[in-house]
């Protein structure tokens, strides 16, 4: 299987404080993990890439000082919301990617992070 | 104009009903594609995942890629109401990096 994992589920907090979000890849090690937003009845969109070593690659229009991504090792990958304001409520979801062999490396999304910011 | 298209619906049906899902895409680059469900409040769940042209099938599910007419679709036969949930269909040109995604299309299954 391809199980990644994010901690917490949901998260209410005041504004104007910092909150972190674990997304970990609990049976195979991911170098490249990604971060998504997703307001309700909306598609996924991408805010940035998290590649193991190195820093994360940000979306056009994504802030990099108020989203920081650590991805300090092959099965962990960190978002933190800098100074959340109600407009950061949102839920955020992680992907981990895994190599399935001739169908290409592929996307396996965490169970997301519901963000309430009041 | 998105790269990727995907049937908006939303789309209800019977329960034991065949359903298509459809995505349509502009870039011929594109030679990974992917079908995800997700349950609402919920991360998406991988589904089905295709190289190239061809069809797969899995159970109940059978993916279909048509690169000469940039079309893909993810059928489901026997329907249940278990299957009610959005459906995304997702594409890449490398065998790594980032994936583009319709904007999903949701799915009602009545009993």
């Known amino acids: 299987g391809a199980v990644v994992s994010q901690h917490p589920s949901w998260v209410i907090c005041k504004s104007g404080t910092s909150v972190k979000i674990e997304c970990r890849s609990l049976?195979?090690?991911?170098?490249?993990m990604f971060w998504y937003r997703q307001f309700p009845k909306q598609s996924l969109m991408l805010m940035a890439t998290?590649?193991?070593?190195?820093?994360?690659?940000?979306e056009q229009g994504v802030e990099k000082d108020k989203f920081l991504i650590n991805h300090a090792s092959l099965t962990l990958s960190t978002l933190t919301v800098t100074s959340a304001h109600p407009e950061d409520s949102s839920f955020y979801i992680c992907?981990?990617?895994?190599?399935?062999?001739?169908?290409?490396?592929?996307?396996?999304f965490g169970p997301g992070t519901r963000l309430t910011v009041l | 104009q998105k790269e990727v298209e995907q049937d908006p619906g939303p789309l209800s049906v019977p329960e034991g009903a065949i359903v298509s899902l459809n995505c349509t895409y502009s870039?011929?680059?594109?030679?990974?594609f992917m079908w995800y469900r997700q349950y609402s409040r919920k991360g998406p769940e991988l589904l089905m995942y295709t190289y190239s042209s061809g069809n797969k099938e899995d159970g109940r599910f059978t993916a279909q890629v048509d690169k000469s007419s940039k079309y893909i679709s993810l059928f489901i036969r026997d329907s249940q109401p278990s299957d009610s949930a959005t459906y995304l269909c997702a594409m890449s040109t490398t065998n790594a990096g980032k994936s583009t995604f319709g904007d999903g299309t949701t799915l009602t299954v009545k009993p």
């Open positions: 992907s981990a990617e895994k190599s399935e062999g001739l169908a290409g490396v592929v996307q396996f």
């Open positions: 998290s590649n193991e070593g190195s820093k994360a690659t940000y």
């Open positions: 870039n011929s680059a594109f030679q990974y």
């Open positions: 049976d195979f090690q991911a170098t490249t």
